[in-house]
């Protein structure tokens, strides 16, 4: 019975260049270069007040640079120059370019100073992308 529970999969990582529209189950390792605070306001939800906040950080690593959408507890890791590991991010697009995100169902954690430096001429974040429907015959 033991032998039949699923293994669990090594985390395969994976580069800032990689990223393509609508995709997810990303993990990848990027630096910290910027962070700013766009949204910051208390929401009454039951007996006491919850605080949203929502900063957008420029992430990257030595292929390239996005923007990383941080809510909530992961604003508090996001500081520049921080080196994260984002599991399970996944791509959300936002006026036609693209945007780096994690749910509840990843996990932003601080590890140790990568020894990479970020390319900063290739932001991913400033390509804009249009919706096209291709209708097949």
Known sequence: MAES?????????????????????????????????VLQKGRPDGPQVRQMRIAE????????????????????????????????AKIDMFKGSMRLAVDKWGRVEVTDPADFTVKEDNNLSLVEYELVNVVEE
């Open 5 to 37: 529970k699923t293994r669990l999969r090594k985390p395969v990582f994976i580069e800032v260049d990689q990223l393509r529209p609508g995709t997810s189950g990303h993990t990848l390792t990027v630096k910290v270069v910027d962070s700013k605070m």
């Open 57 to 88: 950080c420029l992430v990257g690593d030595e292929t390239g640079m996005i923007v990383f959408t941080a809510r909530n507890e992961q604003v508090d890791l996001m500081k520049p120059g921080t080196t994260v590991i984002l599991r399970n």
